[in-house]
T-cell receptor, first 114, second 114 residues
Framework: QQQVKQSPQSLIVQKGGISIINCAYE??????FPWYQQFPGKGPALLIA?????SEKKEGRFTISFNKSAKQFSLHIMDSQPGDSATYFC?????????????FGAGTRLAVHP | EPEVTQTPSHQVTQMGQEVILRCVPI?????FYWYRQILGQKVEFLVS????????KSEIFDDQFSVERPDGSNFTLKIRSTKLEDSAMYFC????????????FGPGTRLTVL
């Protein structure tokens, strides 16, 4: 019940295209859903995050869509660029007593071809 | 911009040896975390630490693991007797503890157990 399922495992998109990565969760106690971007040899870096009381959040080319009833959320990258090529992890946050415990999805390796 | 730092970047050790991975969290942060990422797999929560004690630990964090904040700046992860399966990237993260505040990740330490 603590799992977060992420798909696809890998994604190839042409420059200028839309990249879509999907995640699903079971535990309704999760109350914060961040997306992390990871470049090779680096630690994960927060990209964008959403709370379950909001259905969509947009920051620049990045949009999270959230469907609370379906327990699903997705990341959309508009106008994808080669510099977006990285591994993307969705996560769910279990806020418990002052600290957060991030449960990560398996990751999606995105390659944006010029 | 403040950042989490980790040393060493790569540690090679023999099976059965003790290793200590070091982290310097962001200075005003109060909550500290260790995560592990086996090559090609997802990031997994190990332990959270607040007010000089463990807040929560995962089933991965068995008796071979310990964490410590030996002074006002360092946060360490000790693996008492390393196993081959401990080979992974270990990430330290910190947050300032407000509800769902971002966890900032360090660049990681790659641990190779031979």
């Amino acid at each position: 019940q603590q799992q977060v399922k992420q798909s696809p495992q890998s994604l190839i998109v042409q420059k200028g295209g839309i990249s879509i990565i999907n995640c699903a969760y079971e535990n309704t106690a999760f109350d914060y859903f961040p997306w992390y971007q990871q470049f090779p040899g680096k630690g994960p870096a927060l990209l964008i995050a959403i709370r379950p009381d909001v259905s969509e959040k947009k920051e620049g080319r990045f949009t999270i869509s959230f469907n609370k009833s379906a327990k699903q959320f997705s990341l959309h990258i508009m106008d994808s660029q080669p510099g977006d090529s990285a591994t993307y992890f969705c996560a769910a946050d279990l806020f418990s007593g002052g600290y957060n415990k991030l449960i990560f999805g398996a990751g999606t390796r995105l390659a944006v071809h010029p | 911009e403040p950042e989490v730092t980790q040393t060493p970047s790569h540690q090679v050790t023999q099976m059965g040896q003790e290793v200590i991975l070091r982290c310097v969290p962001i200075s005003n942060h109060l909550y500290f975390y260790w995560y592990r990422q086996i090559l090609g797999q997802k990031v997994e929560f190990l332990v959270s630490f607040y007010n000089n004690e463990i807040s929560e630990k995962s089933e991965i964090f068995d008796d071979q693991f310990s964490v410590e904040r030996p002074d006002g700046s360092n946060f360490t992860l000790k693996i008492r007797s390393t196993k081959l399966e401990d080979s992974a990237m270990y990430f330290c993260a910190s947050s300032d503890g407000d509800s769902h505040n971002e966890q900032f990740f360090g660049p990681g330490t790659r641990l190779t157990v031979l």
